[in-house]
């Protein structure tokens, strides 16, 4: 409960402080005026402290990660973890930092409301779970699987080319966030198999278990896992 509720009031904070950062900044509505003037671009103090949280924030994860409760994606929580911080150490030396807080920001949203759907989880609060997770994963495929695909990779893809010859940095960046892309439909796809089960009634366990955990827990418990417990805590690190 306090590490859900922990965890719900940075992605709360660190997404509206997000947004209060670029809402004035012209590549916030035109992504075109991400590379306006690149690499020569004026870091602002909003951006500098912006990316020394979320860095802090995504390095401590990594290292919670490793006494956390396995699950079948482990592995992938861990690329995940890795993949963030070197994305972000990356373009903080390549000073893509405009492009990365907009990716930053889009990751962000979602998270929101995956931990406030656990906290509801854990005060027993179950059909605002329930209602809370439809709509995280209605925020987490629009955001993961059509904003950051089809907006910010088509940014980092397309529009560095109109200015200049690609180079290493320009390959490897657009390969890390191409894992993320792969990272983000395969959580997508265990989404969809708890939504399915929780729209029919077939909510058992969490998707990224394996039966014998299961088993083991509901022993110890002694108690069936709910709808919501099962869909609030299936993703803990869905990015």
């Not at 373009?91 to 907009?102: F, K, P, V």
């Not at 759907?117 to 209602?131: E, I, L, P, R, S």
């Not at 993961?144 to 200015?163: A, G």
């Amino acid at each position: 409960m306090f590490l859900c509720s922990w965890r719900f009031a940075f992605y709360l904070c660190a997404f509206l402080g997000g947004l209060v950062a670029l809402h004035d900044k012209p590549w916030f509505y035109d992504l075109r005026e991400v590379w306006a003037g690149f690499p020569k671009q004026t870091l602002l103090d909003s951006q500098y402290w912006y990316y020394m949280i979320e860095m802090s924030f995504y390095s401590s994860l990594l290292f919670s990660v490793a006494v956390d409760v396995k699950r079948k994606d482990f592995k992938e929580q861990l690329v995940h973890h890795w993949a963030t911080l070197t994305l972000l150490s990356f373009s903080w030396c390549a000073n893509y930092i405009r492009i990365g807080t907009l990716v930053v920001l889009v990751h962000d949203a979602a998270d929101v409301l995956l931990e406030s759907g656990k906290v509801f989880n854990y005060a027993g609060w179950t059909c605002t779970c329930n209602t809370i997770f439809i709509l995280f994963t209605l925020v987490f495929m629009v955001t993961r699987l059509v904003i950051f695909p089809f907006w910010l990779i088509h940014c980092t893809w397309v529009y560095p080319l109109e200015q200049f010859q690609p180079f290493f940095g320009y390959y490897f960046f657009n390969g890390m966030l191409v894992v993320l892309l792969l990272l983000h439909g395969f959580w997508a796809s265990l989404i969809l198999r708890m939504v399915i089960k929780l729209m029919f009634g077939e909510m058992k366990g969490d998707e990224r278990s394996d039966e014998e955990e299961e088993e083991s827990q509901d022993e110890a418990q002694n108690h069936n896992h709910t709808h919501c417990e099962s869909s609030a805590n299936g993703l803990s690190n869905g990015h």
